[in-house]
Structure formats: structure tokens, C-alpha cells
T-cell receptor, first 110, second 112 residues
Framework: GEDVEQSLFLSVREGDSSVINCTYT??????LYWYKQEPGAGLQLLTYIFSNMDMKQDQRLTVLLNKKDKHLSLRIADTQTGDSAIYFC??????????FGQGTRLTINP | DAGVIQSPRHEVTEMGQEVTLRCKPI?????LFWYRQTMMRGLELLIYFNNNVPIDDSGMPEDRFSAKMPNASFSTLKIQPSEPRDSAVYFCASSRDTVPQYFGPGTRLLVL
């Protein structure tokens, strides 16, 4: 099928690390993306990883890719209240077809 | 830059009425996308433009939906006639390449 799967909710304490998981469908997908949607706003492209990479780090964000298991994760280190948002993973399936997961709502507890 | 601008932010209309959603992309972005978001189906691509030309409209649900981009700074998505199942949040996004980078805040449409 075409579904990109994510858990719907994640709650973490401020200062802890957040790990948001995603499973995708097509092992030949070239790019995988993470988007962030803050309350009342549209999505914004956060980061991406090319399929020939295992890991990509960008400041507090770390993306891990396990191609064998078709598993993608986004780790946010030292989670802050400003990280509260819905995070979407998306899989580029070719021919300009970008398939989004349902989104994971990240809640930060003080 | 003000980002992607959409109007209206909220629209409530009655079944059978015409609805027009508007979008102003980020200046310099050659690609413009229209998405629809519902609880049941998540985010779906309806249509996208490159340099004001529609490239792929295979996601447009049916003939009641139409989209135009008369110039690089403006696009419309029209639904005529509207139906209750069209109720959703409609996003416009723009980018410098084929993957949407910045989304607008969305138009929340409710068709009664």
C-alpha cells in the first residue's frame, strides 16, 4: 500500500530527547522528509535525508534511516517548549509524488 | 518575507455554493502546490504548478474542482458546486523545487 505510518501522539519532559518514528513503504524511495506544523500554521520543511545515508545531524535534530526495515526516525535533543508541534514524515515516491504520514503530535511537559 | 499567504483563513458555506480559495506564494518560488488535509485521508496533493503551468492535476477529486495560476504571485482553487464532503483544510505551498518547502496557514472550509 501507499501508507506512511506514524504514531499519533508523543509526550516528553522539557530537556529530554524526543524520538518520533515513521515507517514508509517503498524501499526504492530516494528522499525522506520531516515537516513541522506549529499550531495554527502550515507545514514547514524541517529536514530531509537521502536514501543512501544512514544518519543526518543538524544542530539538535538527528535523522536516522534504516532502509532494511523501512524505518525513519527524528530525534530532537534537549526538547524545548517551542518544539511543541505536529511532525510529519513524508516519502518521495517518484513522479513528484510525496506521501505524508498522519503526523505525530509532540507535547512537552514542564 | 511574509511567507505563503492564503485567504480566507476560514470559510463556511452552504452546499451548492461556489468557493474560491486564494494563495500568494513566496516570491521567487517556481513551484506552487495545493493540498487538502482531512482526518480520514491526511494530506493529499490536489495539483501543482511549475512556472504558472499546471503540471499534475491527477489529485483533483472531480470536475467540481479547478485551479488557476494567472501569474507568479497568485493562484486560486475553486470548488463549484461545493458539497459537505469537501469540508477540509486546504493548504497552498510553494518551493524552489519539486518538493513543497513552505506551506501557508491553510483555509479551513466547512460546507453545510
Amino acid at each position: 500500500g501507499e501508507d506512511v505510518e506514524q504514531s499519533l501522539f508523543l509526550s516528553v519532559r522539557e530537556g529530554d530527547s524526543s524520538v518520533i518514528n515513521c515507517t514508509y513503504t517503498d524501499s526504492s524511495s530516494t528522499y525522506l522528509y520531516w515537516y513541522k506544523q506549529e499550531p495554527g500554521a502550515g507545514l514547514q520543511l524541517l529536514t530531509y535525508i537521502f536514501s543512501n545515508m544512514d544518519m543526518k545531524q543538524d544542530q539538535r535534530l538527528t535523522v536516522l534511516l534504516n532502509k532494511k526495515d523501512k524505518h525513519l526516525s527524528l530525534r530532537i535533543a534537549d526538547t524545548q517548549t517551542g518544539d511543541s508541534a505536529i511532525y510529519f514524515c513524508a516519502e518521495y515516491q517518484g513522479a513528484q509524488k510525496l506521501v505524508f504520514g498522519q503526523g505525530t503530535r509532540l507535547t512537552i511537559n514542564p | 518575507d511574509a511567507g505563503v499567504i492564503q485567504s480566507p483563513r476560514h470559510e463556511v458555506t452552504e452546499m451548492g455554493q461556489e468557493v474560491t480559495l486564494r494563495c500568494k506564494p513566496i516570491s521567487g518560488h517556481d513551484y506552487l502546490f495545493w493540498y487538502r488535509q482531512t482526518m480520514m485521508r491526511g494530506l493529499e496533493l490536489l495539483i501543482y504548478f511549475n512556472n504558472n503551468v499546471p503540471i499534475d492535476d491527477s489529485g483533483m477529486p472531480e470536475d467540481r474542482f479547478s485551479a488557476k495560476m494567472p501569474n507568479a504571485s497568485f493562484s486560486t482553487l475553486k470548488i463549484q458546486p461545493s458539497e459537505p464532503r469537501d469540508s477540509a483544510v486546504y493548504f497552498c505551498a510553494s518551493s524552489r523545487d519539486t518538493v513543497p518547502q513552505y506551506f501557508g496557514p491553510g483555509t479551513r472550509l466547512l460546507v453545510l
